[in-house]
Nanobody, 117 residues
Framework: QVQLVESGGGLVQPGGSLRLSCTAS????????MSWYRQAPGKGRELVAA????????TYADSVKGRFTISRDNVKNTMYLQMNSLKPEDTAAYYC??????????WGQGTQVTVSS
């Protein structure tokens, strides 16, 4: 059974930091490109960051470059998103995605990040 479980979300003040985790099971983690997406209320889901199978390449949305860092540990089957200098506009539900092909893609249930004073 495929599972992606996100954790680490919460309420943080502007300028603060959070570290999200996504733990995978039920598939060969190292065969999949992993990504973080987010969806704010009333908006579509957007790509935040992605990392290739062995972690050699990363991609970031312009809005988070220099503030967020994506990483993965293929031994622990876990992906991370270190979020620094958080802004109110970063408030959203954050989702973990695993993708190997168009028909081999999975989503987590999401974790809420709220940036507010």
């Amino acid at each position: 059974q495929v599972q992606l479980v996100e954790s680490g979300g919460g309420l943080v003040q502007p300028g603060g930091s959070l570290r999200l985790s996504c733990t995978a099971s039920g598939f060969t983690f190292s065969d999949y490109t992993m990504s973080w997406y987010r969806q704010a209320p009333g908006k579509g889901r957007e790509l935040v960051a992605a990392i290739t199978e062995l972690g050699g390449d990363t991609t970031y949305a312009d809005s988070v470059k220099g503030r967020f860092t994506i990483s993965r540990d293929n031994v622990k089957n876990t992906m991370y998103l270190q979020m620094n200098s958080l802004k109110p506009e970063d408030t959203a539900a954050y989702y973990c995605n695993a993708r190997r092909s168009a028909w081999q893609a999975y989503w987590g249930q999401g974790t809420q990040v709220t940036v507010s004073s």
